[in-house]
């Protein structure tokens, strides 16, 4: 089951600082492609990712890049850095980075970030220039392509 | 007599990579979380379609083997 807006909603429940990026984010600012999974940008100190766990608990987290796809809950012990955290859960894939490619880290987006409100919460998302900046960055051919729609969608509000 | 409206490059560049600008204009009436349910929805759908896929090669693969 995919339900990428509850994963979502569980973040913003429990009150993690985090700003919404991918194409989720770009979902919110309008554009028709579907993605698979959720991105947010987080620092992730031991605190967040406490919060982290207990959003998701009942949700089997696993990181999904190992080979036995090991319990987000058990792994790694309390205090260990993280840059980055690639999971999966009942409802979806989420990802946790610390920076984004082209822009930087968690305040460098929040500088620039929209406030969007979502089932009853403030969520900070990534402003849609950015977001082309981070795609661009990326450089996939697929990025590119959302690229085009991205801009689009900006020409759009600008012309609104 | 008046120049035709100028289309914007980028708007212009999207539909010709393909994008159907009709559906970011009905994206654009929503509301934030409406996009997210829609989007949801289309996934839900998309990953049911493929498992659905899956299931009918994994049963197809041996049928066509033994009709070689």
């Not at chain 1, 880290?105 to 919460?121: C, N, Q, T, W």
């Amino acid at each position: 089951m995919h339900n990428l807006h509850l994963l979502l909603q569980r973040l913003a429940d429990a009150q993690i600082d985090f700003v919404v990026i991918g194409g989720y984010a770009g979902v919110l600012h309008g554009s028709s492609l579907v993605t698979n999974d959720l991105d947010i940008c987080a620092v992730l100190t031991a605190e967040n990712i406490a919060k982290l766990r207990q959003a998701f608990a009942n949700l089997h987290p696993v990181h999904r890049m190992t080979h036995k796809k090991l319990s987000f809950l058990d792994v790694p012990p309390d205090d260990t850095p993280l840059k980055n955290l690639y999971l999966e859960t009942d409802n979806g894939i989420i990802d946790v980075l610390s920076t984004v490619l082209g822009l930087g880290d968690y305040s460098r987006l929040r500088k620039h970030a929209v406030e969007i409100p979502i089932f009853g919460h403030l969520c900070s998302v990534i402003s849609l220039p950015d977001l082309i900046t981070a795609k661009e960055a990326i450089g996939r051919e697929k990025d590119l392509l959302a690229v085009k729609e991205l801009r689009a969608i900006a020409a759009k509000r600008a012309q609104s | 007599m008046q120049a035709p409206p100028s289309i914007d490059p980028a708007i212009e560049a999207a539909t010709e990579a393909g994008f159907d600008l009709s559906l970011v204009d009905c994206n654009l009436i929503l509301s934030p979380e409406e996009r997210l349910l829609r989007h949801d929805a289309a996934l839900e759908l998309a990953q049911e379609l493929r498992k659905a896929g899956e299931s009918h090669y994994a049963q197809s693969t041996p049928a066509a083997t033994t009709a070689r």
